[in-house]
């Protein structure tokens, strides 16, 4: 189902170079630096490159290139801050750079770290940004018309102090990683987007509306706990990192590194449990530890590791929970169980005239006859 791509060989000149494998599904093709060289070098000690640390990038249907760089370098080294973190957002038609916003000092805590991104790009002139701090769990939000943030909290962008545990091929670990994944979906009856969202150590998954977050007044405010709710947990060993949403098919992609595998839920499922969850990829040799899940405007999925994996979404929901094709059932045959089921009630039933036994039985098997057409 998946296609790979591998980055080629240091030095080749040629940038449309490509080869296929034996089995003809690896690209190799070169990796070139965005937007130049000269974006990323540092000019002297104390001048900061224009792009330091990307951490996390997203294109809207703007024609921009939303980069967010937390001015970290040597992250595994001897870190050094060179930059406040920052977004960063390109031209895609000519690659210039059009804005960049340093988010202010209130936003950034002593254990901060901003590791994603979701952008609402409904209204090209009023964008939203939303950028996740998973080291001292806080949402930020940013407008693009009025050119300012401000930094949201809530109880449920922190971890789970049960779902610190990572085993990775072999190679167990602790983490007590907050906020991470963050999905936008497609603009909801009252012209906001539903954002899902969840800690990278935890298995639940939350969500919010955009009406709340982007109203700086009410954002905020001590009076928004209730208006976040609490969909469902993926179970034990999942933990997702990166999420994204195909707007074309309300389908939530999810990288699960604890299980190396990518999984999905349909958003139009109102049910959030290990059953409604699909099984899109999972390989303990292509997918260690998958990093970043994209859907592209062609809808193609995209999942990055120290690889680059491919598949359209069609082929990657076809046959899962996920599929499209698959229409719930109606609520009657969903209550089949209810229906049939003798009543558990301490109260004696009333007696029931001949007549309206009769009609009972002919109700349920109708409905018994209409759930084996169906099914």
Known sequence: MYGVLSDGDEGNDDDDKKQQNDEGNAIVTELRPYPSWNAHRQMGDEEAPEIVSPFRIRADRCGRLWVLDTGVSDLLGETKVLAPTSLLVYDLHNDNLLRRFKFPADHIKESSFYANIA?????????????????APGLVVYSWKLQESWRVQH???????????????????????????????????????????????????????????????????????????????????????????????????????????????????????IKSLGRVYMSVTDMVFPNDVKVDDESNLWDVNFRILTATVKDAIENTACDTKIKPLPDIITNLGDILRPSTTTVPPKTKSAAASVLTSFAVLAVAALAKLLL
């Open 155 to 273: 109880h449920f962008f922190h971890p789970d102090p049960l779902a610190g545990n990572y085993t990775i091929t072999g190679i167990s670990f602790q983490w007590d990683d907050g906020l991470f994944g963050i999905a936008l979906s497609r603009p909801q009856s009252d012209g906001f987007a539903t954002l899902y969202f969840h800690p990278l150590s935890s298995t639940n998954e939350f969500s919010v509306s955009t009406r709340i977050l982007r109203n700086q007044t009410l954002a905020t405010s001590d009076k928004i706990y209730r208006e976040f709710k609490v969909l469902g947990s993926r179970g034990p060993n999942g933990q997702a990192g990166v999420a994204f949403l195909d707007q074309k098919t309300g389908v939530i992609f999810y990288a699960l590194p604890n299980l190396n595998a990518v999984t999905c839920w349909k958003t139009s499922n109102r049910a959030y449990t």
């Open 119 to 135: 952008v609402e790009d409904t209204d090209c002139d009023d964008t939203f940004a939303y950028a996740a701090d998973l080291g």
